[in-house]
């Protein structure tokens, strides 16, 4: 799978690690070297990343839907029986 991420993510992410690299490593990178790592990392753990939302929105999901049993099962036809 192809992650492909939105021009204004990229924008940020790329500034993002020109800044980290920069202040916390004090090793300045440029565009090239800053887009050759963001390729790395979307590559390398951006699938990873990916299967463990899958996974956690599916559990949350998986929670939800159970609830609704308690939900729908309400009397019926009980107009009746109140009185």
Do not use: C
Request: no cysteine; aromatic share 14%.
């Amino acid at each position: 799978m192809i992650m492909k991420l939105e021009k204004d993510t990229e924008r940020y992410l790329l500034d993002s690690i020109k800044r980290f690299f920069g202040e916390e490593m004090e090793m300045p990178v440029g565009d090239l070297k800053a887009m050759q790592i963001l390729d790395f990392f979307v590559g390398e753990m951006g699938p990873s990343i990916y299967n463990q939302a899958i996974v956690d929105a599916q559990a949350y999901f998986t929670e939800k839907v159970s609830d609704l049993a308690g939900v729908h099962n309400q009397a019926e036809f009980d107009y009746w029986k109140k009185r």
